[in-house]
């Protein structure tokens, strides 16, 4: 099975930066695409943002302008960066292999997402 590894959490202050990469052990064109997620305590975990081959990147409203999501398939690496964070920010985030989203489900999956171990950010104000 296709492993992941995040990396690029840390402590910031509001209106910081961060960038976070997620290094995949295989590179395959899944249906679902791939993205993030994170999840604050006491809430569910949120798909943020996913990019996927022949669709539209999505951002979700919160980050959306702030965060960009991108992969580099030479260096089986998906990457986001997170500009001008907010203590709303302060999550858990993870990585995933999406089996199933808003638009899309994997059968080959079982719709069942591939995480990573997930990364702490923490946003101070």
């Known amino acids: 099975q296709v492993q992941l590894k995040e990396s690029g959490g840390g402590s910031v202050e509001a209106g910081g930066s961060l960038k976070l990469s997620c290094v995949y052990s295989e590179y395959i064109d899944w249906h679902c695409g791939m993205g993030w997620y994170r999840q604050a305590p006491g809430k569910e975990r949120q798909l943020i943002s996913r990019?996927?081959?022949?669709?539209?990147?999505y951002y979700e409203s919160s980050v959306r302008g702030r965060f960009t999501i991108s992969r580099d398939d030479a260096k089986n690496t998906l990457l986001l960066d997170m500009a001008s964070l907010e203590t709303a920010d302060t999550a858990v985030y993870y990585c995933a292999i999406i089996g199933r989203a808003f638009d899309c489900y994997d059968g080959s999956m079982d719709g069942q997402n591939i995480w990573g171990q997930g990364t702490q950010v923490t946003v101070s104000s």
């Open positions: 990019i996927r081959t022949h669709s539209p990147t």
